[in-house]
């Protein structure tokens, strides 16, 4: 398409962002409130948001936290258990308190240690939320320690997700923050009750960027980033005009001490730019009439809910990702930290 200096769009959703708690969640969120106008938030607090109490509690959090005039709805998910009740999760999602629920396997990444052992063991409440059309929100990776770290989505596939979905068709799913061309793939052929959010930086890096030079741990997530050759399919994937795909940043923020460390946290933390690194990619790809349909439309579509009246406009201008955000030990560090971004969101 011919070259543009400003891009106007109906205002985006984040489909899928960590807010944390306390602190870190005061120092990023007017990162996300300021681009998006609803966001997907996850519940893996510590402890992990497990009731409509819990998600209650946390929302009031959340809009506390806002700064004054901010325009921004907080999605709140319920973190499944092996424990989870059917009955809970119905009536959270019944008064309009949950609006999906999240599948971690048991450990597969950050605070995810109350995660379901077996999927078996929570069929009753999946039961219950297919007859509700209750959208269930997956982290992809089998957890099996025999499963090379880079083969554990494309696994998760075939052994969780396809026998759940033959046996519940009619369960509406995200596999969110897919990272493989097997995801694409199987995601773009899943019919009506099956999409995937994808974040910006598994559109950007591959595995060698986490290695470039020595280990760089604030490019280390999970999903990992994968070949170039997955990359590219989630580029043809996220630009394709297809419904089934649409933006979830999955931005984490992690403290730099727990980031640069002998074991440090799996995140990426892409709040500060996020909607202008989607803008990049699409560009590259010759794709920048389709950014819309990813960030604003597909994703209200799949949640059935309203798209939203007010709109954003991006601007041709160069800027630099600030090195750091918050203060002391409590800062994060930013994807494309010190970095030139191409394009910045007007106001």
């Not at 999906?100 to 939320?129: F, I, N, W």
């Not at 709040?271 to 994703?299: I, K, M, Q, T, W």
Request: charged share 25%; hydrophobic share 45%.
């Amino acid at each position: 398409m011919a070259m543009t200096d400003t891009l106007t769009l109906r205002r985006p959703d984040d489909w899928h962002v960590h807010l944390r708690d306390g602190a870190m969640l005061r120092a990023v969120l007017s990162l996300t409130a300021r681009q998006f106008a609803r966001a997907i938030v996850m519940p893996n607090l510590v402890p992990p948001v497990t009731t409509v109490a819990d998600a209650r509690a946390y929302r009031g959090r959340i809009i506390a936290a806002l700064p004054d005039g901010a325009e921004f709805t907080p999605l709140m998910t319920c973190y499944l258990t092996d424990t989870s009740e059917a009955e809970e999760v119905a009536r959270g999602y019944e008064e309009g308190v949950f609006a999906a629920v999240k599948l971690y396997p048991a450990h597969a990444t950050t605070h995810s240690a109350h995660g379901v052992t077996d999927v078996a063991r929570v069929m009753p409440v999946l039961e219950r939320m297919a007859i509700a059309g209750m959208p269930l929100l997956i982290h992809g990776e089998t957890t099996d320690p025999a499963i090379d770290i880079f083969d554990r989505e494309a696994v998760f596939i075939e052994r969780v997700l396809d026998p759940l979905r033959r046996r519940l068709p009619e369960l509406r799913v995200v596999l969110e923050h897919v990272t493989t061309e097997d995801a694409v793939a199987y995601v773009g052929g899943g019919g009506a009750n099956l999409a995937a959010t994808i974040t910006a930086h598994h559109l950007i890096i591959n595995r060698n960027a986490i290695f470039a030079g020595g280990i760089r741990p604030h490019l280390y997530c999970l999903p990992i980033a994968k070949r170039e050759k997955h990359r590219l399919a989630l580029r043809r994937a996220a630009t394709s005009g297809s419904p089934v795909f649409f933006l979830g940043t999955d931005s984490a923020p992690h403290a730099v001490p727990t980031k640069e460390t002998a074991c440090g946290c799996a995140g990426i933390f892409t709040a500060p730019a996020a909607l202008e690194l989607y803008a990049e990619v699409f560009e590259e790809e010759g794709a920048l009439d389709r950014l819309e349909a990813f960030a604003s439309l597909n994703g209200p579509a799949f949640y059935q809910v309203p798209v939203n009246e007010g709109r954003v406009t991006l601007r041709r201008e160069n800027w630099t990702v600030p090195e750091r955000i918050g203060d002391g030990d409590g800062a994060v560090t930013p994807f494309r930290a010190g970095e030139r971004v191409r394009w910045r969101l007007a106001g």
